[in-house]
């Protein structure tokens, strides 16, 4: 027991924040949700971050979440179909099987199976191995993808029976049909099944590159489907395998509560992509819709307060809301972000004021609240106090910034000359907030 207790200390002193992991670990405690999370573990993580993997999923089981897990197997199959100079046929990114490849498949599949099994148990964790007793299948198009299964039926009697006990199911990628034919099943797919009949709290996708890279092979922080799924798809470097989990991914959050939400991430970093704000992966989901008004609508205004009086620990002048010359508020639907545009010089668009909550930030909502705005005020401009950490993303966002003893002015779609008449100003604008004020 010492020894859990100094596993799980050690991990939530990395995390770096306490009160942040408390926060969320509150969160999947007492959701009203029966499962914690649909894990989804590559079989290359398997194969080359197994005991990562391990120690993450051992946090969890000792925090007292229990995951489902489902593992693939698709690296180990490649390489025993190599080996044997099998061909390797995929078409729409899923592997043709055919019956020769079906049955080499079964034992490999098993003892990859076998291996993550044993070593979670190895590490104390106690989990109940469900090889091929879950995903009732037919044939998705035989003469086109051979026995690649077309899930039917989720039997969840072996995986809540494993729950109650609180043991943690391993699953396969494998079914079978009622004439007892075992069908290759594509992971995405699923794990899209396991999450509608089991309603988790989360899914985690567990991926040698912990999250979805970008055209630079950057990673890609949040994702908000909502809006942003149909440029995506017509993005020339997403494309195979990468397109299909964008897919998959899009058609599993669909017809869930949206509040549902994935997250890519790698072995090693389960841990603070799940407990901190800010996560370590790429975190998906439907998004929250951000609504436009003209004026702030009295139920709005003590959110808006509120929202940016706890961003800034700053408070607020008394009557910051009634001198306002607004031209638009944008706020999201759960009020942890918002814009507030005013009129400016030359009846240019102000920025007066940006506030995302570090929660937010992590789901990706500043960015929506930005993008939202720029439809709205393709040219705008703004300050930022010189030591703002968000002065970076700032610069990146901005097409021209100007430095005035303690502010930064960035704008962004104008004219050079106009933008330095515009930034000028901004400089001069008395400061909205009350002298040694704090909150």
Not at 327 to 346: D, M, P, R
Not at 408 to 429: P, R, T, V
Request: charge should be neutral.
């Amino acid at each position: 027991m010492e020894t859990k207790k100094n596993l799980i200390k050690n991990v939530l002193l990395q995390l770096g924040n306490s009160t942040e992991a408390k926060y969320y670990l509150d969160q999947y405690k007492n959701s009203k949700q029966n499962k914690f999370a649909v894990v989804k573990v590559g079989g290359n993580v398997v194969e080359t971050q197994l005991e990562k993997l391990v120690e993450s999923i051992t946090l969890l089981y000792y925090l007292g979440l229990t995951p489902i897990i489902l593992h693939g197997a698709g690296p180990q199959l490649d390489a025993e179909i190599l080996k044997r100079n099998m061909p390797v046929n995929k078409i729409d990114g899923l592997r043709v099987t055919n019956t020769e490849t079906i049955e080499l498949m079964q034992p490999v599949v098993k003892d990859v199976h076998d291996k993550l099994c044993h070593a979670l148990s190895e590490a104390g964790v106690e989990i109940k191995s469900i090889f091929n007793e879950v995903f009732t299948c037919d044939f998705m198009n035989k003469d086109k993808y051979g026995f690649v299964g077309e899930i039917k039926f989720v039997n969840m009697s072996p995986i809540n029976d494993a729950l109650e006990q609180q043991k943690i199911p391993v699953l396969s990628c494998l079914g079978r049909d009622d004439n007892g034919n075992v069908f290759n099943i594509n992971a995405d797919f699923a794990i899209r099944k396991l999450v509608w009949e089991s309603n988790p709290e989360k899914v985690i996708f567990v991926t040698p590159t912990g999250g979805l890279l970008n055209e630079n092979g950057q990673l890609i922080s949040a994702i908000q489907l909502g809006s942003e799924y149909d440029s995506l798809m017509n993005e020339p470097w997403l494309h195979s395998g990468m397109k299909l989990k964008i897919q998959q991914i899009y058609q599993l959050l669909k017809p869930m509560p949206r509040k549902l939400s994935v997250s890519i991430t790698a072995a090693t970093e389960l841990g603070k992509e799940l407990f901190t704000h800010k996560g370590r992966g790429t975190f998906v989901s439907m998004g929250e819709s951000i609504n436009q008004y003209d004026v702030i609508p009295a139920n709005l205004k003590l959110k808006v307060i509120s929202l940016l009086e706890s961003t800034f620990k700053k408070k607020l002048k008394p009557d910051f809301l009634d001198s306002l010359d607004l031209e638009s508020l944008f706020i999201s639907e759960t009020a942890q972000a918002l814009a507030i545009i005013t009129k400016g010089f030359n009846g240019k668009p102000y920025l007066n004021k940006f506030a995302v909550t570090p929660l937010a930030q992590g789901r990706g909502l500043g960015k929506a609240i930005w993008e939202k705005m720029l439809e709205y005020y393709p040219q705008l401009y703004w300050r930022s106090r010189s030591n703002n950490q968000i002065n970076s993303w700032y610069f990146r966002k901005s097409d021209c910034s100007c430095k005035h003893e303690n502010w930064i002015s960035f704008s962004i779609g104008m004219e050079h000359i106009e933008s330095m008449q515009c930034m000028q100003k901004a400089h001069q604008y008395q400061d909205s907030w009350e002298e040694s004020a704090h909150v």
